[in-house]
Structure formats: structure tokens, C-alpha cells
């Protein structure tokens, strides 16, 4: 399967927010997204704002999924699943967070995806974030997904 990566300039955390509420506008049920970084690089703050944005509600109270594992929030325009996989050992415990049947009908936010690889779809889009070393309060994205999905993607802003 071709596989296209898009990369972001250096963003702070408003353009970060921003980025993310035009990239909750390109997704479709039935997409996942694996959302990669180390400790710290956002991955929450992201799936955050993609969620406030889906929901049309920048208020909303989303909880990280640290401790529950999941997260859904039922919409009419698509429901969202928000998954933290951290805490898995095994990944055996993967069915029993029940993500199976949301796989192909919601939209999926998947957080430590790296206990899941072998489970996630194979056309899933990856989100990498990164701190860049001199400027650590800024955030880099990098995205890989199917050449399919590149259309939709290559409307968000990227680098050049």
C-alpha cells in the first residue's frame, strides 16, 4: 500500500488547536487515527481540540482517557472514540476495550498506538508529534496516511 507523509511546521499551542480543529473537519467515521509521541508532546491536547471541534463545542470537558482507557462521545454527525492504550500490558487486552465494533462506523483517536500495531487497520492515518530540541514549547506534526485519504489531507496546512 503507497503511503504518503505530510509534515507541519513548528507550531505553538494555539496554531496547534487550530491545526487540529481544520484536520476534525477532513475526518470521516470509520477513520482512526494513531496519535504517536513521547510523554508530554500532546497527543491529548490534540485529540482534545479534534473532539471540541467535531463536537461543534469548544468547552466541552474532555477527559483524558488515561484511567478509563476510553472515552466515547456520541454525535449525530459521527461518534468519537478516544482511546489511551499506555496502560496495556498485552495486546490481548485489546479486545476487551470493546474498540472493535467502533472501527469502521466512528471516528477512533488512538493514543500509545505502538501495543496495537498489528490491530489497527491497515489504512489508518498516523499522527506523529514531535518537540523540536530548540524550541520545546513548539509541536510538530507529522502525518503518514494511505495515498487514498492524501486528497482530503493535503488541504490542511503543511510545510513545503
Known amino acids: 500500500m503507497t503511503r504518503l507523509r505530510l509534515h507541519t511546521s513548528s507550531m505553538d499551542e494555539p496554531s496547534l488547536t ?5 484536520f476534525a473537519h477532513t ?10 509521541g513521547t510523554l508530554g508532546a500532546g497527543k491529548t491536547a490534540l485529540a482534545r481540540a479534534i473532539i471540541r471541534s467535531r463536537m461543534h463545542d469548544e468547552t466541552l470537558a ?9 472515552q466515547h462521545y456520541p454525535h449525530a454527525e459521527g461518534d468519537i472514540y478516544h482511546a489511551d492504550l499506555h496502560r496495556l500490558k498485552h495486546p490481548s487486552e485489546l ?7 467502533a472501527l469502521d462506523k466512528a471516528i477512533c483517536l488512538i493514543e500509545w498506538p505502538e ?9 489508518h492515518l498516523h499522527l506523529a508529534l514531535s518537540i523540536p530540541p530548540a ?9 503518514t496516511c494511505d495515498a487514498a485519504d ?7 496546512p503543511w510545510s513545503h
Open 150 to 156: 492524501a486528497p482530503r489531507m493535503k488541504e490542511l
Open 95 to 101: 479486545e476487551e476495550l470493546g474498540l472493535d465494533a
Open 62 to 70: 474532555v477527559a483524558s482517557p488515561t484511567f478509563n482507557l476510553v
Open 27 to 36: 475526518l470521516l467515521p470509520g477513520d482512526v487515527v494513531a496519535l504517536e
Open 115 to 123: 501495543i496495537a500495531e498489528h490491530w489497527l487497520p491497515e489504512r
Open 135 to 143: 524550541t520545546p514549547l513548539q509541536r510538530r506534526i507529522t502525518l
Open 18 to 22: 487550530a491545526w487540529a480543529s481544520s
